[in-house]
């Protein structure tokens, strides 16, 4: 089997040295350039399994050199070594399509985390199959799937914005099953649902008799995901405070759990998500601009479900499918009229209240199949607010329909705070005690 082969680029002979004997070590050959000029010399003459180059040459710069492996060896992953402090040069080589950064002095142990999930990355299987909740063949769907190939192969932190319900923490698993950290954890957080006098303890950890409560030590988000992907979704909802520690862990690749006294080293990718518009939260000063910027290095829109109707048809078939799997019983059929009414709601929860409606319409159809009438769409919240006035000669009973609407909100806040109700509650401008009031009313407890 041929030794995989890495194109060094500096023009300093110490660092190339260094880099050489690190990657020999770790049974790679390698070839060196000084400068722009001799690096695409190399790359044309042979191919090679990753790149390390400095950001800057007598020639030109580093990003100038991942615009042309970009172009032309889109195979090949970059690494780009910058100047200690230099963040906004790191994250330029991001943008630029690098695969990861290293700052000087290089960290060996950094260096050798970076290259095996560089050659993991030439290895990974971008032929997975999708979720079924990603798929559709509409133009915004395409253009999805092909940005999360792209993205599944660069260690850039990735904001993903979109409506609730859209399919956000979907997207953050196929950047993450599509990439080199597949076999590594994926470690989901809904940032609004932990207290926040225990946030701190839950990211970073905390250490025996740390608190009252403390009765061992304790692995936080961080050193779970070691070596995979910390997903953060809801980000928007953090404390100030919390998003101070959060950056500092994020920029120093480090933790230090509460109570203890070193720092741990931690190797994570940063994927992040909310339904609110971060952009607007940092204006407002409730986000910190620059724990923003470290976080939306590229930005990833999930289209809502109203943008790719022609995808309902099939997302309703693969639904029902799996409800026929679970419970082991003929998968229902969707009659032309309930796809028609389907086609023409505009879905405010998205791909999650599909499903919502499909799990139930099921339950409640006959002969397997699933009429206009099954769905409990009203023609007032059918028009979605386009059709002018609603009509109240299409509701039947204005308690029903009401109860209807609170009990969907309702079921949508807990199912996005993963059924936390002191977060949903938060979510719904609800007190406690009126949630439970509620879901006691609604038998939801």
């Known amino acids: 089997m041929s030794r995989q082969i890495a194109l060094i680029v500096d023009d300093e002979p110490d660092i190339r040295e260094l880099l050489e004997i690190t990657l020999g070590r770790m049974k790679l050959d390698t070839r060196c350039a000084r400068n722009l000029k001799e690096a695409r010399e190399w790359l044309a003459r042979e191919p090679f399994d990753l790149c390390l180059t400095d950001m800057r040459l007598p020639d030109g ?32 080589a991001l943008k630029a399509g690098a695969f990861d950064f290293l700052t000087k002095p290089v960290d060996l142990t950094r260096l050798r985390e970076l290259v095996g999930t560089a050659l993991r990355l030439r290895t990974a299987d971008h032929d997975q199959p999708v979720d079924s909740r990603l798929l559709g063949e509409s133009p915004p769907m395409r253009a999805l799937r092909k940005q999360i190939s792209k993205l599944a192969r660069s260690q850039a932190p990735v904001y993903i914005s979109g409506e609730s319900g859209s399919g956000k ?3 953050a698993r196929q950047i993450h099953e599509l990439g080199p950290r597949a076999e590594r954890p994926f470690v989901p957080v809904n940032c609004g649902a932990i207290p926040s006098e225990l946030m701190e303890s839950e990211f970073f950890g905390h250490k025996k008799g740390s608190f009252t409560g403390a009765i061992e030590d304790k692995q936080g988000l961080f050193q779970a995901a070691n070596g995979g992907t910390l997903f953060l979704d809801e980000v928007a909802d953090l404390p100030l405070p919390m998003q101070v520690k959060l950056l500092r862990a994020i920029q120093e690749k480090a933790v230090r759990p509460v109570g203890g006294q070193q720092e741990v080293v931690v190797d994570v990718r ?29 930005e990833q829109r999930v289209p809502p479900l109203r943008e790719r109707r022609e995808d309902i048809a099939v997302l309703a078939d693969a639904m029902l499918m799996r409800l026929a799997e679970g419970s082991g019983q003929a998968p229902a059929r969707l009659h032309p009229d309930a796809l028609e009414k389907l086609k023409s709601y505009r879905f405010p929860g998205n791909v999650r209240e599909l499903e919502n409606m499909l799990e139930r319409a099921y339950t409640l159809c006959e002969r397997d199949e699933i009429r206009a009438s099954d769905l409990r769409l009203t023609d007032a919240i059918n ?20 109860e209807a609407i609170e009990r969907d909100l309702i079921l949508q806040a807990l199912e996005e705070t993963r059924w936390n109700r002191t977060a949903a509650a938060q979510r719904l401008g609800l007190t406690f005690r009126s949630m439970r009031y509620r879901l006691k009313k609604l038998g939801l407890e």
Do not use: C, W
């Open 61 to 92: 710069t580093g990003v100038e050199l991942v615009h042309y492996i970009q172009q032309r060896h889109p195979q090949t992953p970059v690494a780009m070594i910058t100047a200690y402090g230099s963040l906004d040069t790191a994250i330029n």
């Open 169 to 171: 923490e979907l997207v």
């Open 270 to 298: 940063i994927l992040s998500a909310t339904h609110k518009d971060l952009a607007a939260e940092v204006t407002a000063e409730r986000f910190r601009q620059d724990l923003y910027y470290r976080l939306n290095v590229i």
């Open 383 to 402: 028009s979605g607010g386009d059709s002018g006035p609603t009509s109240l000669a299409h509701i039947d009973n204005l308690e029903d329909h009401l």
